[in-house]
């Protein structure tokens, strides 16, 4: 027999999930458009860094979505392991790639950005090094969910890995502060306001906005499709059993 | 014309700038068509199985778009 009381919320989820996806994906491109003008043309070149400051743009937000996406996995994650709400798990899950993509996005262009500006591609500095971590911990999370085949199981492994790697996410905002880094310390989110120029400082509030659109309606097209795996599989069992 | 030239050139940082504004597209639209086509597949499995169930049961939740 198919539990319809489990299904039913995901129902419900869908049916909102479907109406809110074209919006959101016309918001996302809207902003992502106006983001790239206003990053590429209308933003000016630093005084000190040339143009190689326009990396910004993408370097700052992807770092960002890497930091917000892991927040959002741990916090389902411990949905999940508290309230075992169907939808907790799943959505963790779907986040998972998302945050593995943006952390590897954000350690290239920081490369990119490094390379002429500190005249290394790369430095084992506690910044840089913890963002790497935070790579492993994706990646990490992502096979327990490979290897693991029973659900119950799997989503109760990878919710603590995820509760306990996010100790990594403070380590990572901090770090510039707490250790000599060749990073440089934050400009964006300080006690005494941005430290950046407006004329910079729009285009990249512009494309953390488009990339958090992004975030939201790549989660929901995998969060769906992920439901649907789960509801196939519980039609599967029920088919077998006759 | 000119100016087009030195828009590409980045103050003699296009290396550097282009490569990080395409790795980032690149990224991002691969991760969206991929998350796409797993949905539409999955949406067709079970679709697929609930024909064979051949019941009205689990009409609608995998078949509109």
Same mark, same amino acid.
């Given at each position: 027999?198919?539990?319809?009381?489990?299904?039913?919320?995901?129902?419900?989820?869908?049916?909102?999930?479907?109406?809110?996806?074209?919006?959101?994906?016309?918001?996302?491109?809207?902003?992502?458009?106006?983001?790239?003008?206003?990053?590429?043309?209308?933003?000016?070149?630093?005084?000190?860094?040339?143009?190689?400051?326009?990396?910004?743009?993408?370097?700052?937000?992807?770092?960002?979505?890497?930091?917000?996406?892991?927040?959002?996995?741990?916090?389902?994650?411990?949905?999940?392991? #508290?309230?075992?709400?169907? %939808?907790?798990? !799943?959505?963790?899950?779907? =986040? $998972?790639?998302? @945050?593995?993509?943006?952390? +590897? &996005?954000?350690?290239?262009?920081?490369?990119?950005?490094?390379?002429?500006?500190?005249?290394?591609?790369?430095?084992?500095?506690?910044?840089?090094?913890?963002?790497?971590?935070?790579?492993?911990?994706?990646?990490?999370?992502?096979?327990?969910?490979?290897?693991?085949?029973?659900?119950?199981?799997?989503?109760?492994?990878?919710?603590?890995?995820?509760?306990?790697?996010?100790?990594?996410?403070?380590?990572?905002?901090?770090?510039?502060?707490?250790?000599?880094?060749?990073?440089?310390?934050?400009?964006?989110?300080?006690?005494?306001?941005?430290? #950046?120029?407006?004329?910079? %400082?729009?285009? !990249?509030?512009?494309?953390? =906005? $488009?990339?958090? @659109?992004?975030?939201?309606? +790549? &989660?929901?097209?995998?969060?769906?499709?992920?439901?649907?795996?789960?509801?196939?599989?519980?039609?599967?069992?029920?088919?077998?059993?006759? | 014309?000119?100016?087009?030239?030195?828009?590409?050139?980045?103050?003699?940082?296009?290396?550097?700038?282009?490569?990080?504004?395409?790795?980032?597209?690149?990224?991002?639209?691969?991760?969206?068509?991929?998350?796409?086509?797993?949905?539409?597949?999955?949406?067709?499995?079970?679709?697929?199985?609930?024909?064979?169930?051949?019941?009205?049961?689990?009409?609608?939740?995998?078949?509109?778009?």
């Amino acid at each position: 027999m198919v539990n319809w009381h489990r299904l039913a919320n995901p129902k419900l989820f869908l049916t909102w999930s479907r109406r809110v996806l074209p919006w959101a994906a016309v918001i996302t491109a809207l902003l992502l458009a106006v983001g790239l003008y206003l990053s590429l043309f209308v933003a000016p070149p630093d005084y000190q860094q040339g143009d190689t400051v326009r990396i910004m743009f993408v370097h700052v937000p992807s770092a960002w979505m890497a930091l917000f996406t892991y927040t959002v996995m741990a916090g389902a994650s411990a949905a999940g392991l #508290i309230w075992k709400s169907p %939808l907790s798990h !799943l959505t963790a899950k779907a =986040a $998972a790639p998302i @945050g593995a993509s943006f952390t +590897l &996005l954000a350690l290239a262009t920081g490369a990119l950005w490094g390379q002429p500006m500190w005249g290394t591609w790369w430095v084992w500095d506690a910044r840089l090094t913890s963002v790497l971590i935070l790579f492993f911990l994706y990646l990490g999370y992502m096979a327990i969910w490979q290897a693991i085949d029973d659900y119950t199981r799997a989503a109760k492994s990878a919710a603590i890995l995820a509760l306990v790697g996010f100790v990594n996410v403070p380590i990572i905002k901090f770090s510039v502060d707490w250790w000599n880094t060749l990073h440089q310390p934050a400009s964006v989110l300080r006690l005494d306001g941005p430290s #950046i120029h407006p004329t910079l %400082l729009t285009p !990249l509030f512009v494309m953390i =906005a $488009a990339f958090t @659109g992004y975030f939201i309606v +790549l &989660l929901l097209i995998r969060l769906e499709r992920e439901i649907l795996a789960r509801q196939a599989q519980t039609l599967r069992r029920a088919q077998a059993r006759g | 014309m000119e100016s087009a030239v030195q828009f590409l050139d980045m103050g003699g940082y296009a290396l550097f700038v282009w490569p990080a504004f395409i790795m980032v597209a690149i990224v991002m639209t691969a991760l969206l068509i991929w998350s796409w086509r797993d949905l539409r597949r999955e949406r067709q499995t079970l679709e697929l199985l609930a024909e064979r169930r051949g019941s009205g049961e689990t009409a609608g939740t995998g078949n509109d778009a």
